[in-house]
């Protein structure tokens, strides 16, 4: 009688730790519309005050886009390039400059990835971290050499809600 107790106390003390670990789901934060609209419009007015007209791309953790905005006067071309240096901030979660530096250097990891669609390795793309966990991606396109330190200003006008 006390084995068969014993492995009826084992067989109950198994099934109750299997379940927990199935059932665990994931839970994660993400970038309100508020928080990536304020991102967008800041960094296309940092932009303006330079003198440029661009676009401005924030993607969801998902890369999908949350929001795209064009400046008035910006190239056609700006809003698919801010949305893909997004989508390659979020991807690879570096900086797009940094992304391209490695492109430059014939990485031959980065030539095949540059493949991918919506994969670009042109600077101005930053991934949106809360903590070490990338959240978003953000991208602008039109300013020459500008469009990161554009990207920058908008997280700088939310980071305080990034932590």
Do not use: W
Not at 32 to 49: G, H, N, R, V
Not at 105 to 121: R, S
Request: glycine share 6%; with cysteine; proline share 6%.
């Amino acid at each position: 009688m006390p084995v068969r107790l014993l492995r009826l106390l084992l067989i109950s003390a198994v099934s109750a730790v299997v379940p927990l670990a199935q059932a665990q789901l994931l839970t994660h934060r993400d970038l309100s519309y508020a928080m990536a609209k304020t991102i967008a419009e800041t960094a296309i007015d940092s932009c303006a005050a330079k003198g440029y007209a661009v676009s401005a791309v924030v993607v969801d953790r998902a890369g999908e886009v949350i929001v795209a905005m064009r400046a008035d006067n910006a190239g056609p071309h700006t809003m698919e390039n801010a949305r893909r240096k997004a989508y390659t901030a979020l991807s690879f979660r570096t900086s797009t400059a940094a992304y391209a530096k490695r492109y430059a250097d014939n990485n031959p990891v980065v030539h095949q990835q540059v493949t991918l669609p919506n994969v670009i390795a042109i600077p101005g793309g930053l991934p949106v971290k809360l903590g070490d966990e990338v959240i978003a991606g953000v991208g602008v396109s039109g300013s020459p050499g500008v469009d990161e330190p554009c990207v920058q200003a908008g997280l700088d006008k939310v980071a305080d809600q990034l932590k």
